[in-house]
T-cell receptor, first 108, second 114 residues
Framework: RKEVEQDPGPFNVPEGATVAFNCTYS??????FFWYRQDCRKEPKLLMS???SGNEDGRFTAQLNRASQYISLLIRDSKLSDSATYLC?????????FGAGTRLTVKP | DAGITQSPRHKVTETGTPVTLRCHQT?????MYWYRQDPGHGLRLIHY???????DKGEVSDGYSVSRSKTEDFLLTLESATSSQTSVYFC?????????????FGDGTRLSIL
C-alpha cells in the first residue's frame, strides 16, 4: 500500500464548477500536510498548507481529518488556469511523502 | 520564487556513463533534497542533506551518491547510469527551523539514459 494515495483522475470539469480532491495517508505520526500544484513539465509549487481546523485561501479550501487520515482540497468557481496536477503531501519528522497526483482539466 | 537552480536542465547520455546533476540555492537553507519523478509514482526521495557534509539515504538511493561541500550546492551523481534511471530529477530545499515548513523545488532536470 502506498503511503499517500490519491485518485489519479483525470477530472474534467467546466469553468465555474466546484471540484474536490481526496487523499489518504497511512502514517498516523504525520505532522504536517500540504497541497502542491504541478503544471505539465514544471516543478511542483506549494498551493497551501493544511491545518487541523481547515483553512481557506480564496477559492481553495483544505480540510484535514486526522482520525480518518484523510485530506481534501476543494476548488470553487474553477478557472481554466486551475488546470494542473494536484499533489497531496504528508510530512512526518521532515520525511515528506508525495501522492502521485490528481490531474484536473478545466474546460471552457 | 525560492532561489534554486538546477543544472543541466536536460541531458541525454548512454548507459554506463557517469552523470552529475547540480543543485544550487541562494536561500542559505540547511536542508536540501534530491527526488525523482516517474509516471504513476509520486516524487520519491533519493538522498537528502541536513548540512555541509551531512547526508542520508532516501527511499530510492541505490545507484546514486551525493555530496555537499558547501551550503549552497548539492550534487547528485549516477556513477554508472542505467536506463532505469531515466527520469525527471528535482532538487528541493527547506528550512525546518520552523514548524510545518514545506519544501520548495527547482525547475527539474530531464535525464534520458539510452
Amino acid at each position: 500500500r502506498k503511503e499517500v494515495e490519491q485518485d489519479p483522475g483525470p477530472f474534467n470539469v467546466p469553468e465555474g464548477a466546484t471540484v474536490a480532491f481526496n487523499c489518504t495517508y497511512s502514517n498516523s505520526a504525520s505532522q504536517s500536510f500540504f497541497w502542491y500544484r504541478q503544471d505539465c513539465r514544471k516543478e511542483p509549487k506549494l498551493l497551501m498548507s493544511v491545518y487541523s481546523s481547515g483553512n481557506e485561501d480564496g477559492r481553495f479550501t483544505a480540510q484535514l481529518n486526522r482520525a480518518s487520515q484523510y485530506i481534501s482540497l476543494l476548488i470553487r468557481d474553477s478557472k481554466l488556469s486551475d488546470s494542473a496536477t494536484y499533489l497531496c503531501v504528508v510530512n512526518a519528522n521532515n520525511d515528506m511523502r508525495f501522492g502521485a497526483g490528481t490531474r484536473l482539466t478545466v474546460k471552457p | 520564487d525560492a532561489g534554486i537552480t538546477q543544472s543541466p536542465r536536460h541531458k541525454v547520455t548512454e548507459t554506463g556513463t557517469p552523470v552529475t546533476l547540480r543543485c544550487h540555492q541562494t536561500e542559505n537553507h540547511r536542508y536540501m533534497y534530491w527526488y525523482r519523478q516517474d509516471p504513476g509514482h509520486g516524487l520519491r526521495l533519493i538522498h537528502y542533506s541536513y548540512g555541509v557534509k551531512d547526508t542520508d539515504k532516501g527511499e530510492v538511493s541505490d545507484g546514486y551518491s551525493v555530496s555537499r561541500s558547501k551550503t549552497e550546492d548539492f550534487l547528485l551523481t549516477l556513477e554508472s547510469a542505467t536506463s532505469s534511471q531515466t527520469s525527471v530529477y528535482f532538487c528541493a530545499i527547506s528550512d525546518p527551523g520552523q514548524v510545518n515548513q514545506p519544501q520548495h523545488f527547482g525547475d527539474g532536470t530531464r535525464l534520458s539514459i539510452l
